[in-house]
Structures are given as structure tokens and as C-alpha cells.
């Protein structure tokens, strides 16, 4: 008998195999390609966040999923009983150290369920601006088990999915993105408020990044034994935009006040915005 007589069986176990791992591969590889095709397409990431987190989602699961039952097949289809008769005899007693493990999976499995509740429930999606413990950024990724949020400074702050279930999450895109921009100018009280009025909302209506609706507004807030709040109130298309428009009027409005006769409280020390930097 010749060696390929001798073990064709084998080799023709393995040449499955191997076929079945190439299928399961090429499942992937062309769902990954449908989806990224049809995120570009429909420009998914800037028309339809939540669309696209779910996508990526599915794409995740289905990589999971594939690689259990190809891996699954190959050990229906390979002879495998030399490797069960060792694996016995490696775990027969190691019911502790299974416990242990099951204790430790109870935490990987609560990332995954919350990942894949966070994915489809969405209360943050791709993309969103979102405060989380105390981190103001925007969602890069939401994996299987992690959630990676790129920060205002650039860091990555990477949050197992179980907290995102946990506690409350501040969203500054889920809804309606606008954010107002808020600046706030201590005055004497002999300063004339209706001057400094105007010349906010005059700064705040040549910004490119003011929105005409909704109205903007100056409002005289508190008042203490140094003198009085002036708060402006004008709205931008994200938190970002309402960010820079309030530097830049408070920026353009104490360059002028200080060259005028407006009387300003405290020597500008008190100068403040809102909202505060992330």
C-alpha cells in the first residue's frame, strides 16, 4: 500500500478543510466589501450615523460567527480523537481553574451583549461628540468588546461596553447637534449695557459659523457688590463650531471694549465663557 493510499483519507480531510477555512474568509472579505461599498455610496458615516454603527456591528458579528463555524467544521471533518484523549487528559482536573475562567468570561460577555446593545439601541453612535467620564470626544470605533472614543486633544479613551451600559452618557449629536455659544462679560455698573449688547450681537452676526435661528440673545444674568453679567447667547451647528464662534466674539468684543469708554468690571479679570472647554 502506498503512502497516499495509506492516508488519502487525510489528506482529503485536510484539502476540506482548508476549503471550508478560504469559504469562511471569503464570506467575510465579500461582506466587508458590500457594506464598505454601500457606506460610500450612500455616504452612511455623514447621512446616516446610526445606519452605519449598525453595519459595522453586523460586519464584527459576522466575523465572529464565521471563524466558530469554520473552525467548528474542521473539527467535525478532521479526525480529532487523538486530540480529545489528550485535551481530557489535560483538563480532568482542572475544574477550578474552569470556574475561575467562567468568572472572568461573565465580564467579556457583559462587554459583548452591551456592544451589541450599544450598536443597535444606540445611544451613541460613529461619530457623535459625546462626554463621557469627564471626557469630552468623538466615537471613533464601537467594537465587540471596547468602545474608542478620540478626545479633544487627541488621546484615545477606551471604555469596556459594560460601562457605556452604566452609567449616563452626555450626546451632543443624537438628536439635534446645535449647541448655543455663551459668553459672558463682567461690567461696572455704570457701564452701558445696551452698548455692549450690540456690539455682541453685532460680533456674533458677522461669525461665520452663527446660526440666524435660533434667535440669538444678551441678557444681563447676576449682579453682585463688583457689578453686573452680560451673557451672550448665539447658537452654532455643533459643539465644536459653538466652541471656537464664543472664543473668537470674546476675543473681538474685549479688544474693542477696552478701547472704548465702557467701564469693565474687575480689570477684565473676570472675564468669562461658557460653555467650559471639554
Same mark, same amino acid.
Given at each position: 500500500m502506498s503512502f497516499?493510499?495509506?492516508?488519502?483519507?487525510?489528506?482529503?480531510?485536510?484539502?476540506? +478543510?482548508?476549503?471550508?477555512?478560504?469559504?469562511?474568509?471569503? +464570506?467575510y472579505w465579500l461582506l466587508r466589501w458590500a457594506i464598505n461599498r454601500f457606506s460610500r455610496r450612500n455616504n452612511l458615516a455623514e447621512v446616516d450615523p446610526g445606519a452605519e454603527t449598525r453595519f459595522r456591528m453586523i460586519e464584527r458579528l459576522s466575523a465572529?460567527?464565521?471563524f466558530?463555524?469554520?473552525?467548528? #467544521?474542521?473539527?467535525? !471533518?478532521?479526525?480529532? $480523537?487523538?486530540?480529545?484523549?489528550? @485535551?481530557?487528559?489535560?483538563?480532568? +482536573?482542572?475544574?477550578?481553574?474552569?470556574? @475561575?475562567?467562567?468568572?472572568?468570561?461573565?465580564?467579556?460577555?457583559?462587554?459583548l451583549v452591551s456592544g451589541i446593545i450599544v450598536a443597535f439601541a444606540q445611544p451613541i453612535r460613529l461619530g457623535d461628540n459625546v462626554n463621557i467620564e469627564n471626557e469630552y470626544g468623538a466615537v471613533e470605533s464601537i467594537g465587540l468588546f471596547y468602545t474608542y !472614543?478620540?478626545?479633544?486633544?487627541?488621546?484615545? #479613551?477606551?471604555?469596556?461596553n459594560k460601562l457605556l451600559s452604566d452609567q449616563a452618557i452626555r450626546n451632543y449629536t443624537l438628536v439635534d447637534p446645535r449647541m448655543p455659544a455663551l459668553v459672558v462679560l463682567r461690567l461696572d455698573y455704570g457701564a452701558d449695557v445696551d452698548a455692549v449688547r450690540a456690539l455682541l450681537l453685532k460680533e456674533a452676526l458677522a461669525h461665520p459659523l452663527f446660526l440666524a435661528d435660533p434667535e440669538p440673545s444678551v441678557q444681563v444674568i447676576d449682579t453682585d457688590d463688583l457689578g453686573v453679567s452680560a451673557r451672550l447667547m448665539a447658537w452654532a451647528s455643533t459643539q465644536a463650531d459653538a466652541?471656537?464662534?464664543? @472664543?473668537?466674539?470674546?476675543?473681538?468684543?474685549?479688544?474693542? #471694549?477696552? @478701547? $472704548?469708554?465702557?467701564p469693565v468690571g474687575g480689570r477684565w479679570s473676570r472675564i468669562m465663557s461658557e460653555p467650559q472647554k471639554p
Amino acid at each position: 500500500m502506498s503512502f497516499w493510499e495509506a492516508n488519502q483519507k487525510h489528506f482529503i480531510d485536510a484539502g476540506v +478543510s482548508v476549503l471550508v477555512l478560504l469559504v469562511a474568509w471569503l +464570506s467575510y472579505w465579500l461582506l466587508r466589501w458590500a457594506i464598505n461599498r454601500f457606506s460610500r455610496r450612500n455616504n452612511l458615516a455623514e447621512v446616516d450615523p446610526g445606519a452605519e454603527t449598525r453595519f459595522r456591528m453586523i460586519e464584527r458579528l459576522s466575523a465572529v460567527v464565521l471563524f466558530f463555524v469554520a473552525v467548528g #467544521l474542521v473539527f467535525w !471533518i478532521m479526525d480529532v $480523537s487523538a486530540l480529545k484523549r489528550v @485535551a481530557v487528559g489535560i483538563f480532568a +482536573s482542572a475544574g477550578v481553574v474552569g470556574i @475561575a475562567l467562567g468568572f472572568a468570561a461573565q465580564t467579556t460577555m457583559a462587554n459583548l451583549v452591551s456592544g451589541i446593545i450599544v450598536a443597535f439601541a444606540q445611544p451613541i453612535r460613529l461619530g457623535d461628540n459625546v462626554n463621557i467620564e469627564n471626557e469630552y470626544g468623538a466615537v471613533e470605533s464601537i467594537g465587540l468588546f471596547y468602545t474608542y !472614543i478620540r478626545t479633544w486633544d487627541n488621546r484615545r #479613551l477606551v471604555i469596556p461596553n459594560k460601562l457605556l451600559s452604566d452609567q449616563a452618557i452626555r450626546n451632543y449629536t443624537l438628536v439635534d447637534p446645535r449647541m448655543p455659544a455663551l459668553v459672558v462679560l463682567r461690567l461696572d455698573y455704570g457701564a452701558d449695557v445696551d452698548a455692549v449688547r450690540a456690539l455682541l450681537l453685532k460680533e456674533a452676526l458677522a461669525h461665520p459659523l452663527f446660526l440666524a435661528d435660533p434667535e440669538p440673545s444678551v441678557q444681563v444674568i447676576d449682579t453682585d457688590d463688583l457689578g453686573v453679567s452680560a451673557r451672550l447667547m448665539a447658537w452654532a451647528s455643533t459643539q465644536a463650531d459653538a466652541w471656537t464662534l464664543a @472664543a473668537d466674539v470674546r476675543e473681538n468684543v474685549v479688544q474693542k #471694549l477696552a @478701547a $472704548s469708554v465702557v467701564p469693565v468690571g474687575g480689570r477684565w479679570s473676570r472675564i468669562m465663557s461658557e460653555p467650559q472647554k471639554p
